[in-house]
């Protein structure tokens, strides 16, 4: 398994040398910023450290203080090869996805997923108060909140993400393909595990809100716009406000056929 991980995180970011040096090569102009972001780099890690902790910075938290953190948790291979599997995910998934760097360099999608995958190591460590304070960098820089708390796979494919709220409880497994201005979050009416459960394979559609500690089953689709209050089984089809079954879905796992036109019953 861990033969398995370093394979995939070097293939990766192989792809992406490739195409940064390629890139170089047609836009010159675009060369300095190359070598800081990619080329300079000895692997993803070192990589995505260096870039987030760029992207993040603000002057009372300033990018070496950030690249300090991010170093730490980017040394770990586990973590690297959740990062290798979402931007593989993206690529399998996005139509609009054509290289390995794009999800890298542009996609704040994956750019907040990792982020967010070093503030909730600092929270699983009790350090809340950094946890919390890279959250809320995260935020003002993607327009993406995922509270530190929240338990998310890998294999995520996250298109544009403007908006996507991720409460402190949820889980999200892996495989999962969420759309822009997702909630997954509380009613307001409930305290301690609150947040929605999203196992393998579920697909979510644009706007789609999901409140409450309910279950939305491996291999689901939640429709565009669907404010979902109650559990839905797995292959199950839910649409409408509130959300109601609507269908089943044909496949194993909607999130990475990316259809979201079904059949009603």
């Known amino acids: 398994m861990k033969s398995e991980t370093i394979l995939l995180a070097t293939k990766v970011w192989q792809n992406i040398l490739a195409e940064a040096q390629a890139t170089t090569s047609a836009e010159p102009v675009m060369e300095s910023y190359l070598k800081s972001t990619i080329t300079n780099h000895d692997n993803l890690g070192s990589a995505l450290s260096f870039h987030l902790s760029?992207?993040?910075?603000s002057a009372s938290f300033p990018a070496a203080m950030?690249?300090?953190?991010?170093d730490d948790t980017f040394k770990d291979p586990a973590i690297v090869d959740q990062a290798a599997r979402d931007i593989q995910a993206t690529m399998d998934r996005d139509s609009a996805c054509k290289l390995?760097?794009?999800?890298?360099?542009?996609?704040?999608?994956?750019?907040?997923?990792?982020?967010?995958?070093?503030?909730?190591?600092?929270?699983?460590?009790?350090?809340?108060?950094?946890?919390?304070?890279?959250?809320?960098?995260?935020?003002?820089?993607?327009?993406?909140?995922?509270h530190p708390g929240a338990k998310i796979g890998s294999g995520l494919m996250i298109d544009h993400a403007t908006g996507l709220v991720i409460g402190e409880t949820a889980v999200v497994e892996d495989s999962v393909s969420i759309m822009q201005s997702v909630t997954l979050g509380g009613t307001g009416k409930e305290a301690g595990?609150?947040?929605p459960k999203i196992r393998k394979g579920v697909l979510i559609g644009p706007g789609a809100k999901i409140l409450g500690n309910i279950e939305v089953g491996e291999g689901a689709m939640v429709a565009a716009a669907s404010v979902v209050l109650k559990d839905v089984h797995a292959h199950d089809v839910v649409a409408g406000v509130p959300a109601k079954r609507v269908g089943q879905v044909g496949f194993d796992q909607p999130s990475k056929i990316m259809d979201h036109y079904f059949k009603l019953d």
């Not at 950030?66 to 991010?70: A, E, G, L, P, S």
């Open 54 to 57: 760029q992207k993040l910075a």
């Open 66 to 70: 950030i690249r300090t953190i991010m």
């Open 100 to 146: 390995y760097s794009s999800p890298f360099l542009y996609f704040k999608g994956f750019l907040s997923l990792q982020a967010y995958r070093v503030a909730h190591q600092l929270w699983n460590q009790g350090r809340t108060s950094l946890a919390l304070l890279l959250q809320h960098r995260i935020s003002m820089t993607f327009a993406v909140d995922i």
């Open 193 to 195: 595990d609150r947040h």
